[in-house]
């Protein structure tokens, strides 16, 4: 929106031009979100706990989280307010990638937020049923998956072998997964499903401890902003051997949102946590950071900065599986962060030392920028 209104004003006043600059944006993104998120959380925090919005613990949650009761929760509605308003002000609203990554975060956004209320009008740890969960973010990841594919057929690669539809290997020059020899993009609009719903739903089942799933949402977007950034250049792109993405370059404001909005979320939800996310923050951001990572045809390396929230998602079906199948548990709790709470590991140490995993495997993914 200032973007747009600076390109008016610039006939007039020069130093209006200055805003034409990304990296300005995305600083000035970071700060707004940040700014937002640390001015509105204290007001928010009172609220919640005024309306009794509290965390309801679960009976299987090991036996130390029962403080954890009543906590205020739904704070992910903070979250994407913050990120919502930086983005519409300092995003160029004219890059349909920009309104493809909102209406995916409003959309998970809100299927969150309904269970949610549930848990905590209804007092049931249930929540929206499965299959309206699963119904409304099926249409928001296909439709994301469509739209993308829609823009993608209609762009070349100049820089890069693979076509804008494949899915790259990461360090390998020319090698990737030839999705694009699929008619009518089915191969790619299925694969965007998955990891957007994947991504969704494992951030999800990361956020069981206090700080432990928004401080690696913060790292791996701010990762993707990097990734985003170089792609959305040619000459970078050229050099760096990765696609060129024409409509990139504008994700790194969402990113700089992302990150500012986490990092004043993280203020409130440290150890010991005054508000927590709920399935409304939750299951956006796992989405946003989904969708962001097909944008820039970097889904595996997603993967492997992401590797804390992987990790979650398959100790989770791995105990179910052997359950089922063994009538055996792999893990002593699942999802894994319990697993060690469980083997008597501080939850303090629990986090910090699942940031220092992720810090390290977000240093690996970017490394594959020129390790090929």
């Given amino acids: 929106m200032l973007l747009w209104l600076s390109e008016l004003l610039a006939t007039h006043f020069s130093w209006f031009q200055v805003f034409r600059y990304l990296t300005l944006r995305a600083l000035l993104s970071v700060l707004t979100s940040m700014g937002i998120g640390l001015l509105v959380g204290p007001y928010m925090i009172r609220r919640l706990r005024a309306l009794k919005y509290g965390q309801a613990v679960s009976s299987f949650a090991p036996e130390n989280h029962a403080v954890k009761m009543g906590t205020p929760t739904m704070g992910g509605i ?17 890059n349909p990638y920009v309104w493809i990554v909102l209406g995916v975060m409003v959309v998970f956004g809100a299927v969150g937020w309904a269970d949610d209320w549930i848990k905590i009008r209804y007092k ?25 594919y829609v823009i993608a057929a209609q762009q070349t690669n100049p820089v890069h072998s693979a076509g804008m539809l494949d899915l790259l ?26 990891v957007i719903n994947g991504a969704s739903n494992a951030v999800n089942l990361t956020d069981g401890l206090d700080g432990l799933a928004i401080m690696p949402v913060v790292m791996v977007a701010a990762a993707l902003g990097v990734f985003a950034y170089l ?30 909005a986490g990092l004043a979320f993280l203020w409130f939800n440290a150890h010991p946590a005054q508000i927590f996310m709920g399935d409304v ?3 956006a951001l796992g989405a946003m950071l989904g969708t962001l990572a097909v944008m820039v045809r970097q889904e595996i390396v997603f993967a ?38 469980k083997q008597g590991w501080k939850e303090t140490q629990v986090v910090i030392r699942f940031w220092i995993i992720t810090i390290i495997l977000v240093v690996i993914g970017l490394m594959t920028l020129k390790l090929r």
């Avoid at 290997?169 to 965007?192: E, R, W």
């Fill in 124 to 148: 049931d740890n249930k929540g929206l049923p499965a299959r309206k969960k699963f119904f409304w973010t099926s249409i928001a990841s296909l439709g994301a998956g469509i739209a993308l």
């Fill in 281 to 283: 923050g939750a299951l």
């Fill in 78 to 94: 903070l979250i994407l307010i913050s990120i919502g308003i930086s983005t519409l002000l300092w995003a160029d609203l004219r």
């Fill in 169 to 194: 290997i990461p360090f390998f020059k020319n090698l990737s997964l030839p999705f694009s020899v699929i008619p009518y993009g089915l191969a790619f609009i299925v694969f965007t499903y998955l």
């Fill in 231 to 260: 792609s959305g250049d040619v000459r970078f792109a050229d050099y760096l051997h990765i696609p060129y993405v024409v409509y990139a370059s504008e994700l790194v404001v969402i990113c700089s949102a992302m990150v500012g």
């Fill in 304 to 341: 492997i900065m992401g590797g804390v929230f992987v990790m979650e998602a398959v100790s989770v079906f791995l105990q179910i599986g052997s359950l089922r199948m063994r009538q055996k548990r792999v893990f002593l709790m699942a999802p894994l962060h319990h697993h060690y709470e």
